[in-house]
Each structure stands twice: as structure tokens, then as C-alpha cells.
């Protein structure tokens, strides 16, 4: 069945799709996303960059799992159109939930996303859909 999808504006930055009956709650700059009575939950945040060089996906990523010590990690290959530099995995932590993380880097942009859900059935469709539909406002 396809559900009823809203564009959202998390910043002026960028733009993302996610169906019309979707939950939201900001913390600072994380925004969570879920649907009532499913446990999947989308969580985004990002950094505008001014000047410099900016750090590749997989710099971000590679340091990310060094950082939470993260073991087993599966790559996953997104598609996100007009994004130039996407990295993300999938990965079980020692609770028992799957996550999926991914950054997407644009020159002046970067947007981290992760996915969770307990257990370790993949997250629903709707987060990956909407992972997959970031936009940089520009594009």
C-alpha cells in the first residue's frame, strides 16, 4: 500500500519526504520521526558548513564507528540523487537494535541520519523511502 507522503523542511538547507502520518518531537538539533504503533524511528541532524574543506562521508562514517566502537557493520549503498558523497551502514549493537546510519555531503552541507528499531528485523520501508529522499534545498 502506499501511504500518503509531506515534504518537510528540517532546515532551509534541506528537504526530505515522509509519509503524511508521521510523529515528530526536536531536540536541539535532532529531529526524530516515527508513525504511531510502528517502532522504527528516523532521526536526522545537520551542519552547515561556512568555509573550509569539508570532511567525505566515509571520513565521517569511519570515525563515527571508531568513535561507538561498532562492530559487524554491513556498507549499504543509498541512492540519493544529487547527493555527491553518501556513506552508510547497518549494523546490530549489543542491545539488540538494528541501525542503519548514513552521511550525506554536500559542499557547504551535511546530513547524518540514522535508523533504529529494536530487535533485528530491518526497520520499516517508510524510514529507508524517506532517507533516501533528502534533498539539499539548492538542488
Same mark, same amino acid.
Given at each position: 500500500?502506499?501511504? @500518503? ?5 528540517p532546515?532551509p538547507?534541506y ?9 515528530? /518531537?526536536v ?6 520521526y516515527?508513525?504511531?504503533?510502528? /517502532?522504527?524511528v ?5 551542519y @552547515? ?6 570532511a567525505?562521508?566515509q571520513q565521517?562514517?569511519?570515525? @563515527?564507528?571508531?568513535?561507538?566502537d ?5 556498507t549499504?549503498t543509498l541512492d540519493?540523487?544529487?547527493?555527491p558523497d553518501?556513506a ?5 549493537d549489543? /542491545? ?5 546510519i548514513?552521511?550525506?555531503?554536500w ?8 535508523i533504529s528499531?529494536p530487535?533485528?528485523?530491518s ?5 529507508? /523511502?524517506s532517507?533516501?529522499?533528502? @534533498?539539499?534545498s539548492s538542488?
Amino acid at each position: 500500500m502506499l501511504m @500518503r507522503q509531506k515534504t518537510v523542511h528540517p532546515t532551509p538547507s534541506y528537504l526530505l519526504q515522509i509519509p503524511a502520518d508521521v510523529e515528530e /518531537d526536536v531536540d536541539g538539533n535532532v529531529i526524530s520521526y516515527w508513525i504511531p504503533g510502528d /517502532d522504527t524511528v528516523l532521526q536526522i541532524s545537520s551542519y @552547515r558548513r561556512e568555509s573550509g574543506a569539508q570532511a567525505s562521508a566515509q571520513q565521517r562514517l569511519l570515525a @563515527r564507528i571508531h568513535r561507538e566502537d561498532i562492530e559487524g557493520a554491513q556498507t549499504l549503498t543509498l541512492d540519493i540523487p544529487n547527493c555527491p558523497d553518501v556513506a552508510a551502514i547497518r549494523y546490530i549493537d549489543n /542491545d539488540e537494535v538494528t541501525w542503519i546510519i548514513a552521511y550525506c555531503v554536500w559542499a557547504d552541507l551535511t546530513v547524518f541520519a540514522s535508523i533504529s528499531r529494536p530487535g533485528t528485523e530491518s526497520p520499516s520501508a517508510w524510514a529507508h /523511502d524517506s532517507l533516501q529522499s533528502i @534533498r539539499h534545498s539548492s538542488n
